[in-house]
C-alpha cells in the first residue's frame, strides 16, 4: 500500500494543487474541515493467506492495512504539505506486526493506534493558541490537558465518566494537549496508561469557573521502574492544575478530533 500511496500523490505540487485538483486525485476526504484547512483521505486493503500443511488448511493468517493520505492548505487554498502513512492489524498467525499511522503535514498531524481504536487530528501550538484566545461560551469551562511526553499514552476520565485518549508521544509533534468544555464547576479527574506495559495511577480536581479555562499537566518525573517480574514498567504521575499555561505545555498542540467526535467546531465561523 504504501507504494500505492506514492503513486496516487505523486501528481500533488506544494505550492500549485488546490483542493479540488487533490481531491479529483484522491476521491472524497475521510474527514475535512476548511477552518482547519486539511483533508485526510483514507483507504482500506484486507488481505488473507491459509496455510497448508500435507495439504490440510492449519490456520488462517489475515491482515487489514488501512492507508491515510494528510494533505494541509495554506490561507490560498493551496497544498501546504501533504504526507502518507498506514496502519496494519494483523492476525497472530501473520508475520507481519500490527503497526500505528503516525503522519505530519504543515501545521496538521494525525495519529491511528495500531488496532485502529484510537485516531487523533492535532494542529501545531501556534494554531490552537490562536483557537483557544476564543471566549468561552457561557455557562461552561475548558479543561486543556496534555502531558510532558510519557509514551505509554493516557486515558483520561472526567467524573467518573466519559473515557477519553491522549495518544503516546512516540514522536514530538504528537504532544497536544486534549480540550475538553464541560459545565462551569469543580470536576474529578483519572488518569492511567493506554498502554498495557506501563502502570500508573494519578488524579485531581479541577475548579473551572463559568468562561473560564484550566490548564491540566500530568508529569512523570523520574522515569519509570520495572515492576515485578519485567512485564510492567511502573512511573509516578503527579497532576497541576493551573489558571495559567504552565512551561510544560508551552509548546505543546492541540488536539482538534478525537475518536470519532470534534473537540472543537469543525467549522468554528459558521
Same mark, same amino acid.
Given at each position: 500500500?504504501?507504494?500505492?500511496? #506514492? ?8 505550492? +500549485?494543487? $488546490? ?5 479529483? &486525485?484522491? %476521491?472524497?476526504? /475521510?474527514?475535512?474541515? +476548511? ?16 496455510? /497448508? ?7 488462517? #493468517?489475515? @491482515? ?19 504526507? #502518507? %502513512? ?6 497472530? &498467525?501473520?508475520?507481519?506486526? /500490527?503497526?500505528?499511522?503516525? =503522519? ?6 494525525? /495519529? ?17 493558541? +490562536? ?43 504528537? @504532544?497536544? =494537549? ?18 498495557? =506495559? ?27 521502574? =520495572? ?16 489558571? $495559567? ?5 508551552? $509548546? ?5 478530533? #478525537?475518536?470519532? @467526535?470534534?473537540?472543537?467546531? @469543525? +467549522?468554528? $465561523?459558521?
Amino acid at each position: 500500500m504504501p507504494d500505492e500511496l #506514492s503513486r496516487r500523490t505523486s501528481p500533488i505540487v506544494v505550492g +500549485e494543487s $488546490d483542493r479540488a485538483s487533490v481531491r479529483g &486525485l484522491l %476521491g472524497q476526504p /475521510w474527514l475535512a474541515s +476548511e477552518h482547519w484547512r486539511f483533508d485526510l483521505f483514507r483507504s482500506n486493503d484486507h488481505n488473507s493467506t491459509v496455510f /497448508w500443511v500435507a495439504f490440510v488448511p492449519v490456520g488462517l #493468517s489475515t @491482515q487489514d492495512v488501512r492507508g491515510y493520505v494528510l494533505v494541509s492548505y495554506d490561507e490560498r487554498g493551496k497544498v501546504k504539505a501533504f504526507a #502518507s %502513512g498506514a496502519g496494519r492489524e494483523a492476525s497472530i &498467525l501473520s508475520e507481519t506486526h /500490527w503497526t500505528a499511522a503516525s =503522519m505530519q503535514a504543515g501545521d496538521v498531524a494525525f /495519529w491511528e493506534s495500531s488496532g485502529g481504536d484510537a485516531r487523533h487530528v492535532a494542529v501545531d501550538s501556534a494554531r490552537g493558541s +490562536e483557537y483557544l484566545k476564543r471566549p468561552v461560551p457561557a455557562g461552561r469551562c475548558r479543561l486543556l490537558i496534555g502531558t510532558d511526553g510519557n509514551f505509554c499514552g493516557t486515558r483520561i476520565t472526567i467524573d467518573r465518566a466519559h473515557p477519553m485518549q491522549m495518544p503516546p508521544a512516540d514522536y514530538q509533534w504528537l @504532544q497536544s =494537549m486534549l480540550p475538553v468544555d464541560v459545565a462551569a464547576g469543580s470536576h474529578d479527574l483519572a488518569f492511567k496508561p493506554v498502554r498495557w =506495559m506501563c502502570s500508573f495511577d494519578a488524579a485531581a480536581t479541577a475548579p473551572c469557573g463559568d468562561g473560564e479555562s484550566a490548564y491540566v499537566a500530568v508529569t512523570f518525573p523520574g522515569g519509570g521502574v =520495572m515492576g515485578p517480574g519485567g512485564f510492567k514498567v511502573k512511573f509516578t504521575a503527579d497532576v497541576s492544575v493551573n489558571r $495559567d499555561r504552565p512551561d510544560s505545555l508551552r $509548546d505543546h498542540g492541540l488536539i482538534i478530533y #478525537s475518536n470519532g @467526535q470534534w473537540l472543537v467546531p @469543525q +467549522e468554528p $465561523d459558521r
